[in-house]
């Protein structure tokens, strides 16, 4: 897993990381080149890419049900 973040400042960024004790890679996108080769319009999205290279891309908030679901589909 790794987080990407597309908008703000640095100082946002190490904040954000900072106040939700994150813990896994995070990734500064300030040129969007991450968010356009997924095709990503907003914050939050998810995109998980599984074993065989299939992409999924889930704009805006998942629940925990929702990443579990998605998070097995990638790996069965």
Do not use: C
Not at 16 to 41: C, E, V, W
Not at 43 to 49: G, R, S, T, W
């Amino acid at each position: 897993m790794v987080g990407v973040a597309w908008s703000g400042t640095e100082e946002d960024f190490q904040g954000f990381i900072d106040k939700h004790g994150l813990t896994f890679p995070q990734l500064s996108d300030r040129q969007a080149a991450i968010y356009d080769r997924f095709g990503i319009p907003i914050q939050p999205a998810l995109v998980v890419i599984d074993a065989a290279g299939e992409v999924q891309t889930l704009n805006g908030s998942v629940d925990d049900q929702l990443l579990d679901d998605v998070f097995e589909a990638a790996v069965t």
